[in-house]
C-alpha cells in the first residue's frame, strides 16, 4: 500500500438501541461510503443499513492482524470504506488497526465515528438477555429448575444482604447487593413469563410499577397539591387505600393487593 489515499470509518453502535436510530453523522458516512463492510451480513445493524437501500458486503473475519490489515487494504482501494461495529464490539480490532496503520508510511485515515449511544437504563436489557440465555434450552439446569416458590429464599437473603451493606456504608458492596436483588425480580419475571395459563413477563412488572408511581405521584405527574414529605406519605396512603377498594368491588376481597 503506497501513497496516501483512502479512508477507514469505524462505525460504532450500542447493540441496546433500535438499530436504525444512528445519528446524522452515522448516516452520512454511509452514504458517502464507496463500500461498507461487515463481518456478517444477520446482524440487525446490517439489516437497517441494507434496508435503507445501502448495501453492505461481507468481510470475513480471521485473527485480528490480518483482518485489520484487510480492513485498510480496503480503504486505500476504494478511497471511502465504512466498517460496520459488531454487537460484541469487535475486541482487538481498534488494537490491530494502530499497529497496521503505524507501520505504513502514507496509511489510509482512520476515523471512529459514534452511531448510538446507550441510554440510562439500557444494561437492564443485558440483564434481561441474560436472564433469558440461563433459563432457556441449553443453558443453566439449574437456572431451569426453579420455581417461583424455590426461589422466595434467595429473595429473602439477597435482601437482607443488601441491608447489610447499606449498614456498612460500602458503596460498592451496596451496588453488588442491589445487583442480587435485581437478580431476584429478573428470574422471578423470567419463571412467571412461562406460566401455562396467567403468565407476565418483565415488561409486565416494570409496567406495572411505572403506572403505580405515576398514579401515586400526582403532585408530580397531575395537578394535585403535596409540597411535605409528611403530604405525600398521607397522599401515598389515601390513593392506595382507594385502590384496594376498587380492586375489591370488581373481584371480591381475595383481589385486594398489599
Not at 464490539?89 to 502514507?106: C, K, N, Q, W, Y
Not at 496509511?107 to 444494561?123: C, F, H, I, N, T
Amino acid at each position: 500500500m503506497t501513497g496516501a489515499r483512502g479512508r477507514l470509518t469505524l462505525l460504532v453502535t450500542s447493540p441496546r438501541v433500535a438499530p436504525g436510530l444512528l445519528t446524522r453523522d452515522a448516516w452520512t458516512a454511509l452514504g458517502s461510503a464507496a463500500v461498507v463492510h461487515a463481518v456478517a451480513l444477520d446482524e440487525p445493524l446490517v439489516e437497517a443499513v441494507t434496508e435503507s437501500g445501502i448495501p453492505v458486503l461481507p468481510l470475513d473475519p480471521d485473527t485480528p492482524v490480518p483482518y485489520a490489515a484487510r480492513l485498510l487494504v480496503a480503504a486505500a482501494a476504494a478511497a471511502e470504506v465504512v466498517w460496520l461495529g459488531s454487537a460484541d464490539g469487535d475486541p482487538g480490532l481498534t488494537d490491530a488497526i494502530a499497529s497496521e496503520v503505524s507501520r505504513l508510511p502514507e496509511p489510509p485515515e482512520v476515523e471512529v465515528v459514534v452511531g448510538s449511544w446507550d441510554v440510562p437504563g439500557a444494561r437492564l436489557l443485558d440483564v434481561v438477555a441474560v436472564m433469558d440465555r440461563l433459563r432457556s434450552p441449553g443453558g443453566c439446569p439449574w437456572d431451569a429448575e426453579q420455581t417461583h416458590e424455590s426461589l422466595l429464599p434467595y429473595l429473602h437473603e439477597e435482601a437482607g444482604e443488601y441491608e447489610d451493606a447499606v449498614r456498612s456504608g460500602d458503596r460498592r458492596q451496596m451496588a453488588e447487593e442491589l445487583g442480587d436483588v435485581l437478580l431476584q425480580v429478573a428470574f422471578h419475571a423470567r419463571v412467571a413469563q412461562e406460566h401455562g395459563t396467567a403468565p407476565f413477563d418483565i415488561d409486565d412488572v416494570a409496567g406495572h410499577l411505572v403506572d403505580k408511581l405515576v398514579r401515586r405521584h400526582p403532585h408530580v405527574f397531575a395537578d394535585a397539591d403535596a409540597s411535605t414529605p409528611g403530604e405525600v406519605e398521607e397522599q401515598w396512603a389515601r390513593i392506595k387505600a382507594q385502590e384496594k377498594a376498587a380492586a375489591a368491588d370488581r373481584s371480591g376481597p381475595s383481589a385486594a393487593r398489599p
